[in-house]
């Protein structure tokens, strides 16, 4: 089987035969299916009412798990933004319902924020529709080769961190 990265390989070769174009193979090729991830990720967000960088805070009080709330802080760490990048996504987020700020009881200068009901129906519904956009994505490999290469992915990003 061919595809388009295969032409490109060929044509890179045919032009600069001197140069070592395995990594083409897998960087074009990982390009192309982040782009085809992005599509899907958005229409998945979209469709529930949110964008990508409202399910990132989201999801990290979702996964927080009851009563999904997390100090400013911790969301930095989750969704690697900066404090004022988070300050106004949380802004955001408030104004459209989707969070609430509550007083942190364990600390009397401290806030929580806190998924609300409305937060937690879009959130959850955007993930619901993720994950059936990637298994359609992943439909071409058997689970044995979907298992290889979320293992090979892992060995990759590995010296990265994340």
């Given at each position: 089987m061919r595809d388009e990265v295969d032409d490109l390989i060929e044509a890179w070769a045919r032009e600069r035969a001197d140069l070592d174009l395995g990594p083409?193979?897998?960087?074009?090729?990982?390009?192309?299916?982040a782009?085809?991830?992005?599509?899907?990720?958005?229409?998945s967000f979209t469709a529930h009412g949110i964008e990508s960088w409202e399910f990132d805070v989201l999801a990290?009080?979702?996964?927080?798990?009851?009563?999904?709330?997390?100090?400013?802080?911790?969301?930095?760490r989750e969704t690697l933004v900066t404090s004022g990048t988070m300050t106004n996504?949380?802004?955001r987020l408030v104004q459209r319902g989707l969070v609430e700020r509550?007083?942190?009881p364990s600390d009397r200068r401290g806030v929580l924020v806190r998924l609300t009901p409305e937060g937690k129906d879009a959130v959850d519904?955007?993930?619901?529709?993720?994950?059936t956009?990637?298994?359609?994505?992943?439909?071409?490999l058997p689970e044995s080769d979907r298992t290889a290469l979320a293992g090979l992915l892992r060995q990759l990003?590995?010296?990265?961190?994340s």
């Open positions: 083409v193979a897998v960087f074009s090729r990982i390009s192309r299916l782009h085809h991830l992005d599509k899907a990720r958005r229409a990290a009080l979702r996964r927080a798990g009851d009563p999904y709330e997390l100090s400013p802080g911790k969301l930095l996504r949380v802004d509550n007083p942190d519904g955007a993930f619901s529709a993720l994950l956009a990637e298994r359609d994505l992943l439909s071409g990003l590995a010296p990265f961190g």
